[in-house]
């Protein structure tokens, strides 16, 4: 690889601006993925002034009210942040779908990244495991994979 030339990211978020994006359904998980993602970007820099959570009834309201926050400009990226629980609704297929989707578009139709931290596991013990336990933290994820593709995004 010694003569391409290679754009990526750092892992520096500071002077970024961030909207963190949380459903309340399932909060015991997504206020840990909550915590995840905060302590990430506050370790790689981001400063706390620069940091907004906002607050969703459930992971269907992720997309309409990260659109919104894209649109209006101001933040540099969007940590969604939510659980769908299979064992927990008959419509699980629907939601997770439609929350991933939905969110996949605010991106591309807004160029404002989002940090994909949507948990949709088969049942609570899967969802416990990814939310700072033994499959680590995914809400850690989603801001750090977040952080990368604003500095990616920044070069181009
Ligand atoms: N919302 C979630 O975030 N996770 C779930 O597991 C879930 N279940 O199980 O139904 C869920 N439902 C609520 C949904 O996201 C909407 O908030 C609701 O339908 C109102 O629009």
């Known amino acids: 690889m010694r003569h391409l030339t290679t754009i990526e990211g750092q892992l520096s978020a500071q002077g970024l601006k961030f ?7 399932n909060d015991i998980i997504v ?22 959570l906002v ?3 459930g992971a269907f309201e992720l997309p309409v009210v990260c659109r ?6 101001g933040y540099d990226g969007i940590v969604a942040l939510g659980a769908v629980i299979r064992g927990a609704t008959p419509h699980f ?21 989002v940090g994909f931290g949507l948990l949709t596991t ?15 933290n995914k809400g850690a994820d989603a801001a750090a994979s977040l952080m990368e593709t604003i500095r990616v995004l920044e070069q181009l």
Not at 19 to 25: G, M, T
Not at 98 to 106: P, S
């Open 68 to 73: 919104k926050i894209a649109a209006k400009g």
């Open 122 to 136: 088969d049942n609570v013990e899967q969802a416990v495991e990814r939310a700072g336990s033994k499959a680590g």
């Open 19 to 25: 909207a963190l994006v949380a459903s309340r359904f």
């Open 93 to 113: 297929e629907y939601i997770a779908a439609e929350a991933t989707k939905g969110l996949a578009q605010v991106c591309l139709e807004t160029g404002v990244p």
């Open 55 to 57: 607050r969703v009834p």
């Open 31 to 52: 206020d840990r993925l909550i915590g995840g993602a905060l302590d990430c970007l506050l370790r790689h820099g981001a400063a706390r002034e620069n940091i907004t």
